[in-house]
C-alpha cells in the first residue's frame, strides 16, 4: 500500500527553465511534507518542506505547495541548474504516532546545460 | 558538525550467510533510525530509536533483522540468515529528537546479496 506516489520516475528540462516535481498521498492523517534531494552514493539531503497549516512555502529557487483537498504537492524549481540534477524524494509524516517519514518512490531529474 | 558515519558502504554476501551494519549519528541527536532503500524505491523505515529505547520496529522483520542502540549514540544493524531479497541500500538517518522535523542521512551501506 503505497501511500505517498511519485508517479514520474523521470524528469528532463533545459537550464534556466522551472522543473515541476509531482507527489501524491492517500492517508489524510499527514501533517508534514519534505522533499529529500538524492545524488549517487549519498544519503538524501533535505530541502524543503511544508506543514499542513500552510500551502506554500519558499526558499530561494525552490518553492513546495500544497493542496490538501487534492492530496497532492508539488516541488518548483526555478531556475533549474544542472547540479539540481538528482532524484527527489517527497516524504509525509504522521500527524500522531510513529513520527518516521514515509517516502515516495523517487522522481529522477536530468537538467540539460 | 560532524555528519552521519555509516560503515561499511558495501558488502557482498552469499545468500544464508550473516551481516552487520554500524551507524554513528550526529552527536547530541536522541532519534535514530534506520531505512531500507530497494532500488527504484523509496526509503523504507526499518526501526526507530529514541535514546536507546525502540520507538517503532512494525516493520522489521524479526525472524532475520536485529538492532540495537547500546549507550543511545551509535547503532548496528544485522540481519542473519540473508536472502536474495534483501539486496538494498541500508540508510541510518538521525535526527534531534523524537518527531525532529529534519531527519538527517548517512551515505548508507549498499549490500549485495547472491
Known amino acids: 500500500d503505497q501511500q505517498v506516489k511519485q508517479n514520474s520516475p523521470s524528469l528532463s528540462v533545459q537550464e534556466g527553465r522551472i522543473s515541476i516535481l509531482n507527489c501524491d498521498y492517500t492517508?489524510?492523517?499527514?501533517?508534514?511534507f519534505l522533499w529529500y534531494k538524492k545524488y549517487p552514493a549519498e544519503g538524501p539531503t533535505f530541502l524543503i518542506s511544508?506543514?499542513?497549516?500552510?500551502d506554500k512555502n519558499e526558499d530561494g529557487r525552490f518553492t513546495v505547495f500544497l493542496n490538501k483537498s487534492a492530496k497532492h504537492l508539488s516541488l518548483h524549481i526555478v531556475p533549474s541548474q544542472p547540479g539540481d540534477s538528482a532524484v527527489y524524494f517527497c516524504?509525509?509524516?504522521?500527524?500522531?504516532?510513529?513520527?518516521?517519514?514515509?517516502f515516495g518512490s523517487g522522481t529522477r531529474l536530468q537538467v540539460q546545460p | 558538525e560532524a555528519g552521519v558515519a555509516q560503515s561499511p558502504r558495501y558488502k557482498i554476501i552469499e545468500k544464508r550467510q550473516s551481516v552487520a551494519f554500524w551507524c554513528n549519528p550526529i552527536s547530541g541527536h536522541a532519534t535514530l533510525y534506520w531505512y531500507q532503500q530497494i532500488l527504484g524505491q523509496g526509503p523504507k523505515l526499518l526501526i526507530q530509536?529514541?535514546?536507546?529505547?525502540?520507538?517503532?520496529d512494525s516493520q522489521l522483520p524479526k525472524d532475520r533483522f536485529s538492532a540495537e542502540r547500546l549507550k543511545g549514540v551509535d547503532s548496528t544493524l544485522k540481519i542473519q540468515p540473508a536472502k536474495l531479497e534483501d539486496s538494498a541500500v541500508y540508510l541510518c538517518?538521525?535526527?534531534?529528537?523524537?518527531?525532529?522535523?529534519?531527519?538527517?542521512f548517512g551515505p548508507g551501506t549498499r549490500l549485495t546479496v547472491l
Open positions: 516524504a509525509a509524516r504522521l500527524h500522531t504516532g510513529r513520527r518516521a517519514l514515509t
Open positions: 492517508n489524510s492523517m499527514f501533517d508534514y
Open positions: 538517518a538521525s535526527s534531534r529528537s523524537w518527531g525532529g522535523d529534519e531527519q538527517f
Open positions: 511544508i506543514s499542513s497549516i500552510k
Open positions: 530509536f529514541q535514546n536507546n529505547g525502540v520507538v517503532d
